[in-house]
C-alpha cells in the first residue's frame, strides 16, 4: 500500500511512500546513496548522487520501528495504477 502524506517533510519531498521492514526488500543502486537525516535524527533521506531525486528512507537506531520506505513516486505508472493509496494527514501530528 502506498501513503500520501502532507506532513512537513513529505510535502517538501513531494514523496508518496510504500511502507516495508528491511528484510522484505533490498535497494539496488549504482551507486552508493546520498542521505539527510533532520530533527529527531530518526530517519535517513535517502537520494540518487546522479539525479538527486528522493529514493527511499530508513530509519535510524534512534527509532522504535525497523522501517524501510521506498518513494513510489519513482515507480512507473503502470505499477502506480495497480496500488491502492491511503492518505493520512500527517501535518496534524
Keep these: ?3 500520501k502524506c502532507h506532513c512537513f517533510i513529505c510535502r517538501r519531498y513531494a514523496a508518496a ?5 528491511p528484510e522484505q526488500i533490498q535497494i539496488s543502486m549504482d551507486e552508493k546513496t546520498a542521505f539527510y537525516c533532520w530533527g529527531d535524527k530518526e530517519v535517513e ?5 546522479s ?3 528522493l529514493t527511499h528512507y ?3 537506531q534512534k527509532c ?3 522501517v524501510l520506505a521506498v518513494n513510489m513516486r519513482m515507480a512507473e ?3 502506480l495504477s495497480c496500488i491502492p493509496i491511503r492518505k ?3 501535518a496534524s501530528y
Design 88 to 90: 493520512i494527514n500527517g
Design 17 to 21: 511512500w510504500a511502507y516495508f521492514s
Design 77 to 79: 505508472n503502470e505499477v
Design 51 to 53: 539525479c538527486g531525486c
Design 58 to 60: 530508513v530509519t535510524t
Design 64 to 66: 522504535s520501528e525497523d
Design 45 to 49: 533521506f535517502h537520494r540518487c548522487n
Design 1 to 3: 500500500m502506498e501513503l
